[in-house]
C-alpha cells in the first residue's frame, strides 16, 4: 500500500529557534498533502493543506507566518515552525492519498513529536 | 464544514467480546467514511473505510455499518484481542482526494485478557 514516511519522529528545541519536518509520499505523487496537530489524548486537528507548487490553504486559527509549508515537489511537503515557543510542543502529523480511483485511502505519516525548551 | 461526533470516549473489554464504536457526521457532502486505529506516539493506521454507495463492509473481525440517511456509521470489532486495545478514531470527507479528512474525537479501547 501507499507510504507516507515523515521525519524526525522526536525533536527538541530552545524556545525561539526553528524547526523543520518533512513529510515525503515514497512510492505516489500527491499533488496535495494535509498536515495535523494533535495534543496529548485529543483528536487530529487539520492545520493547513499542502498544495504542490501552490500555496498552502491554512485553517482558521492558524497563523501562516509561524507554520510555514513548503510542496515544492510531488513527493515532498514540509512543516516549519518558526520561532517556537512552548505552547507549540506538540505531535505533528502528515498525511497524503494516491490518485484518487486507484482504491488506496489517505495514510499518515509516523507523526513528529515535538518538544520546545 | 464538517462535524463529526464519536462515542464512546472509552471503553473497556472482555477479551473475546465485541467492541462497537459510533459515529454521526454533519455533511451530506460527505460520503468517504474511514476508521483508524492509533497507538501511542504513532500515526494512525487505516484499519477499513466505507464509501456511501456501500451500507457494509467487513475485514475478518472488523465491520464497518453506514445509515447515509440517518448520517451516522459504526465500527464493529469481533472476538477482541489484547492487541485490539488502541485508540479508534472514525473520520469522514468528500471522497476527492483534495479534501482532508475530519476526525471524530476518538475512542479509547481497553481489552481486558
Known amino acids: 500500500g501507499a507510504v507516507v514516511s515523515q521525519h524526525p519522529s522526536r525533536v527538541i528545541c530552545k524556545s525561539g529557534t526553528s524547526v523543520k519536518i518533512e513529510c515525503r509520499s515514497l512510492?505516489?505523487?500527491?499533488?496535495?498533502m494535509f498536515w495535523y496537530r494533535q495534543f496529548p489524548k485529543k483528536s487530529l486537528m487539520l492545520m493547513a493543506t499542502?498544495?504542490?507548487?501552490?500555496?498552502?490553504?491554512?485553517e482558521q486559527g492558524v497563523e501562516k507566518d509561524k507554520f510555514l509549508i513548503n510542496h515544492a515537489s510531488l513527493t515532498l511537503s514540509t512543516l516549519t515552525v518558526t520561532s517556537a515557543h512552548p505552547e507549540d510542543s506538540s505531535f505533528y502529523i502528515c498525511s497524503a492519498r494516491p490518485p484518487f480511483g486507484t482504491g488506496d485511502g489517505y495514510t499518515f505519516g509516523s507523526g513528529t513529536r515535538l518538544t520546545v525548551v | 464544514g464538517e462535524n463529526v461526533e464519536q462515542h464512546p470516549s472509552t471503553l473497556s473489554v472482555q477479551e473475546g467480546d465485541s467492541a462497537v464504536i459510533k459515529c454521526t457526521y454533519s455533511?451530506?457532502?460527505?460520503?468517504?467514511f474511514p476508521w483508524y486505529k492509533q497507538e501511542l506516539g504513532k500515526g494512525p493506521q487505516l484499519i477499513i473505510d466505507?464509501?456511501?454507495?456501500?451500507g457494509e463492509k467487513k475485514d475478518q473481525r472488523i465491520a464497518v455499518t453506514l445509515n447515509k440517511t440517518a448520517k451516522h456509521f459504526s465500527l464493529h470489532i469481533t472476538e477482541t484481542q489484547p492487541e485490539d486495545s488502541a485508540v479508534y478514531f472514525c473520520a469522514a470527507s468528500p471522497d476527492t482526494g483534495r479534501r482532508a479528512l475530519t476526525f471524530g474525537s476518538g475512542t479509547r479501547l481497553q481489552v481486558q485478557p
Open positions: 466505507i464509501r456511501s454507495n456501500v
Open positions: 499542502s498544495n504542490e507548487g501552490s500555496k498552502a490553504t491554512y
Open positions: 455533511d451530506s457532502a460527505s460520503n468517504y
Open positions: 512510492d505516489f505523487q500527491a499533488t496535495t
